[in-house]
């Protein structure tokens, strides 16, 4: 069961949000801008918050890639999906 | 150990006593308390703006402390403070007969006899205001769309709060230069964050 975050650095203004949603998995540079720490997410409770901190960042830069290939990075409403058995 | 407490028990009895039965059985209680509150709201308000656009403000680059986290942390912190301030300032404001803002005039604008158009203000920020704040809390849930453009009205509301402050606040004299002062650093700071985004440098600050 995988799911892997990823921050874009080419979008990320440095809002910080990401980290309020997911500060397990996030670390920040001193100028707010995001580091992944943990790229990899197992469980729905932690692809839960990566959503919410997709959904939440206002750059589109927090990006959640399923194990199915979908990509969220916030652009719609995060819809309830399963974190699906990797291949 | 007891004679201390004896000791300070009396002093503060002596000096924070008598203000205090002074106060409490004053008539103008909640006008006091509903000015009071407005004015901490105010500050509350206006550290929490100065917080939002310094988070992402290009002259912050130039400090190590406090981190982006913390001054997220304080920014919402300080959203859910003045909320707090905010409900007593308008519950204080409502109960109070000497105004005559009452009930109406909190909630409905114009709806007071206390110069209107000045509480009318105040009534119009504060419905913008608990937009912004309930839109960012549920900013995970709804996504950025809706919730960052509302967001972007958080210096609408100080504006509307400080037009309010100058012109409902009977203090406004007093208050003059601290309305004066908080006015001119957040609208320097919106300014100059604007005009590094406009100019295309708001992102460049990671190569100094």
Not at chain 2, 18 to 27: A, G, V
Not at chain 2, 147 to 155: C, D, E, L, Q, Y
Request: glycine share 10%; aromatic share 10%.
């Amino acid at each position: 069961m995988t799911a892997q975050i990823r921050i874009d650095p080419t979008l990320c203004r440095g809002h910080a949000i990401c980290a309020l949603f997911f500060s397990d998995a996030v670390d920040l540079d001193q100028w707010g801008f995001g580091k992944v720490a943990v790229s990899v997410i197992d469980s729905e409770r932690d692809l839960r918050r990566a959503r919410r901190a997709a959904a939440a960042c206002p750059n589109g830069a927090f990006v959640v890639t399923g194990a199915d290939g979908s990509v969220d990075n916030g652009a719609r409403r995060p819809r309830r999906l399963r974190v699906r058995a990797a291949r | 150990m007891l004679a201390g407490l004896l000791v300070a028990a009396l002093l503060v009895g002596r000096f924070a006593g008598t203000p205090t039965q002074t106060l409490l059985h004053n008539k103008m209680l909640p006008w006091i308390l509903g000015r009071s509150l407005g004015v901490a709201t105010y500050l509350s308000l206006t550290a929490m703006v100065f917080l939002g656009l310094w988070l992402r403000h290009p002259w912050r680059a130039r400090f190590r402390r406090p981190g982006p986290e913390s001054i997220l942390w304080a920014h919402v912190s300080l959203a859910a403070c003045t909320v707090a301030l905010l409900a007593g300032h308008l519950t204080a404001l409502a109960l109070d007969r000497y105004a005559g803002v009452g009930w109406t005039g909190v909630f409905v604008p114009w709806g007071a006899q206390y110069r209107p158009t000045a509480v009318a203000l105040g009534t119009l920020a504060f419905y913008l205001l608990l937009l912004v704040i309930g839109t960012a809390a549920l900013a995970g849930s709804i996504g950025r769309a809706v919730w960052f453009p509302i967001h972007t009205a958080s210096v609408v509301v100080f504006c509307m709060t400080l037009a309010h402050g100058v012109l409902s606040g009977s203090d406004g004299t007093s208050l003059r230069w601290v309305y004066v002062a908080s006015g001119l650093v957040v609208l320097t700071l919106q300014f100059t964050r604007w005009l590094a985004g406009t100019l295309g440098h708001g992102s460049a600050v990671i190569d100094e």
